[in-house]
């Protein structure tokens, strides 16, 4: 079988996506308006993505290490039910989701060394056009589309091809 052949089937088992916020739904970039609040620009076609994903049966779980307000709103917007801000150990996060997901069953979409720790866990690693190169050397697969530009899009519909039998 072909490797290609191979990662479908990973992409087949996945059940709960969890996905970084600064570089993946965003370009990395951050921006503050006139008296310090922060500003966050998301792509339509992301939300719409994970959308997709969760009316298919796929949870999406938000781990981040800042805290950002925008980033609950989108994520109120988008139906996402688990989103955890401010947190320094993703890997804490990731381990209480190994209690009721198996390693195949979890996809990981990082874009930072800080996503590392959960690569080393994940069943299916994901990172955008734009992330560091030791993310990239680890990652599975490699959107084309930069975070922030259509990346989670890209991989939504990569994941869903694989249910349509």
């Known amino acids: 079988m072909l490797d290609y052949e191979k990662f479908l089937l990973k992409l087949k088992k996945i059940k709960i996506l969890i996905t970084d916020v600064d570089g993946v739904w965003t370009p990395g970039t951050l921006g503050y308006i006139e008296g310090g609040e922060e500003i966050k620009y998301f792509h339509v076609h992301d939300g719409y993505g ?18 950002s307000d925008a980033v609950q709103k989108r994520c109120r917007e988008l139906g996402i039910q688990s989103v ?7 890997e804490e996060i990731l381990n209480k989701l190994l209690e009721k997901y198996t390693q195949e069953e979890i996809g990981v979409i990082g874009d930072d060394i ?3 720790p959960l690569f080393a866990k994940a ?18 697969y490699i959107t084309a589309a930069s975070g922030g530009a259509g990346a ?14």
């Not at 955890?84 to 993703?90: A, C, E, L, Y």
């Not at 994901?126 to 993310?135: C, I, R």
């Open 50 to 67: 994970l959308k997709m994903l969760i009316e298919n049966g796929i949870e999406v779980v938000v781990v981040s290490t800042r805290y």
């Open 84 to 90: 955890f801000q401010g947190i320094q150990n993703k």
């Open 114 to 116: 800080l996503d590392l």
């Open 123 to 140: 069943g299916v690693k994901f990172t955008v056009a734009n992330a560091v190169q030791t993310v990239k050397e680890k990652a599975d």
């Open 152 to 165: 989670l899009r890209e991989i939504a519909e990569l994941i869903l091809s694989t249910r349509k039998d």
